[in-house]
């Protein structure tokens, strides 16, 4: 079965700090990878995806991730956080192979915190 | 542009009574729509998806319902809520498999 692991539930760092937040997957043939971040009481807003082609995405407001095929990741990277970028981040993955339902699978959610 | 619309964006309502949560998408058409629930503010279950009007398709069992009377309306229903139904709902829409869904704000319902 399709499944999406976050193996942290939150994420301390630093303001200018590089951060990584954990992601690894497990579906049949390629997947399509997403990261959504969320604010309090808010929906989901989507960062970036990954489909196919280079396996270093980037997307909004600096953040960027690197699908790694052998070892089932898409950890979420930014190389300076800001207090502005704690939240809620979810990876969700898309298994090509449920036809035109397009339906997601998410992970728990990682909390990521940047202190001043 | 696109843009999706739900609301209330907040609801209490008491046990026994029904629920009727709408959703609409605009600027895109044909969409698929899907009603997502989060718990606890963490993980999202999803709850029901649409791939178009009048098909609904469950991927849980629950208390609740869904309906596409329309290409861009997606209604999620109760008759009689639970108080297991609190949560935060959210509807999303995406175009296909390859592309990101994008979100509506959610509606917090609590049940007392």
């Known amino acids: 079965a399709q499944s999406v692991a976050q193996p942290e539930d939150q994420v301390n760092v630093a303001e200018g700090n590089p951060l990584t937040v954990k992601c690894t997957y497990s579906?049949?043939?390629?997947?399509?990878l997403f990261w959504y971040v969320q604010y309090p009481n808010r929906g989901l807003q989507f960062l970036l995806k990954?489909?196919?082609?280079?396996?270093l995405v980037k997307g909004s407001y600096g953040f960027e991730a690197e699908f790694n095929k052998s070892q089932t990741s898409f950890h979420l990277k930014k190389p300076s956080a800001l207090v502005s970028d704690s939240a809620l981040y979810f990876c969700?993955?898309?298994?090509?192979?449920?036809?035109?339902?397009?339906?997601?699978?998410f992970g728990q959610g990682t909390t990521l915190q940047v202190k001043p | 542009s696109q843009t999706i619309h739900q609301w209330p964006a907040t609801l209490v309502q008491p046990v026994g009574s029904p629920l009727s949560l709408e959703c609409t998408v605009e600027?895109?058409?044909?969409?698929?729509l899907y009603w997502y629930r989060q718990a606890a503010g963490r993980g999202l279950q999803l709850l029901f998806y649409?791939?178009?009007?009048?098909?609904i398709s469950s991927e849980v069992p629950q208390n609740l319902s869904a309906s596409r009377p329309q290409d861009r309306q997606f209604i999620l229903s109760s008759k009689k809520l639970l108080l297991s139904d609190s949560g935060f709902y959210l509807c999303?829409?995406?175009?296909?498999?390859?592309?990101?869904?994008?979100f509506g704000q959610g509606t917090r319902l609590t049940v007392v």
């Open positions: 999303a829409w995406s175009v296909t498999q390859n592309t990101e869904a994008f």
């Open positions: 990954y489909i196919t082609g280079d396996n």
């Open positions: 600027g895109t058409s044909n969409p698929n």
């Open positions: 969700a993955v898309r298994d090509p192979f449920t036809g035109n339902t397009g339906k997601l699978i």
């Open positions: 649409s791939v178009g009007i009048g098909q």
């Open positions: 579906v049949s043939g390629n997947p399509y």
